[in-house]
């Protein structure tokens, strides 16, 4: 039997924060990171290239061995995840599986509010999309869900800028527009994976009893609980505790910034998508 390392790809650096979380649950298999950061950012793109980038993104992963590839990018999620699963899966590669981030949060996330009110921050692409409301309106029809795009945070983060005042300015204006939307809500979710970067001031300036749900700890639970439910999918899964990391972009770029998403240093390689 033919063992590969799961896949984890996103449009850059955000997705290195899932992968930490997932790391947590999963320490001694095996880990491939993809980030596209020569063609980041994904979230004023169209659909369709968002579709084309991201199945080609998922090809490279299942070329390198990947039984399982995890779509650690909003934008990616929203804009291809179910037209990859439901179009391309059983054509090209039927045995192997590609989830996503936001059905594990938003199959959980009405347990954790009591008012049944939520809001979501967001990139302006995820936004648009509309991808939260509705997957957490399929699983809680009561829930009453704000969105508020907030264009200017992934910018703070990769221009590390997150500590000035300018970051409080602009984390500011966001929350209080999103509460001011509806004062009921009590639970947020951080749809962005830059945005666990800024967790500290985005409590600071939300009302007290808000609670702050950031997806990687909730996508690493529901990751551990997949390969249980599903172990034909485990068993392919390489469990030697190795990384690998790759960039669309220059590596010495990528692996800069990269340490500061993942928590320790980060040595990557450079590929090319074949065209």
Sequence with gaps: MEHGPIGVFDSGFGGLTVLKEIETALADNDFLYLGDNARTPYGNRSFEIVYTYTLEAVKWLFDRGCRLVIIACNTAAAKALRTIQQKDLPRIAPARRVLG????????????SKSKHIGILATAGTVASNSYAMEIKRFFPDITVVQEACPMWVPLVENNERGGEGADYFIKQHIDRLTARDPRIDTVVLGCTHYPLLQEKIARYLPPGI?????????????????????????????????????????????????LFYGKEIHSREMEFSR
């Excluded at 990751?223 to 690998?244: Q, T, V």
């Design 101 to 112: 981030i936001l059905r594990p949060v938003t199959e959980r996330i009405g347990h954790r």
């Design 211 to 259: 609670e702050i749900v950031s997806q990687g700890p909730i996508v690493a639970e529901s990751l551990a609980d997949y390969l249980k439910r599903h172990p034909e999918i485990a068993a392919r899964c390489g469990r030697g505790g190795r990384r690998e990391f790759y960039t669309s972009e220059k590596a010495v770029v990528f692996d800069k910034l990269a340490t």
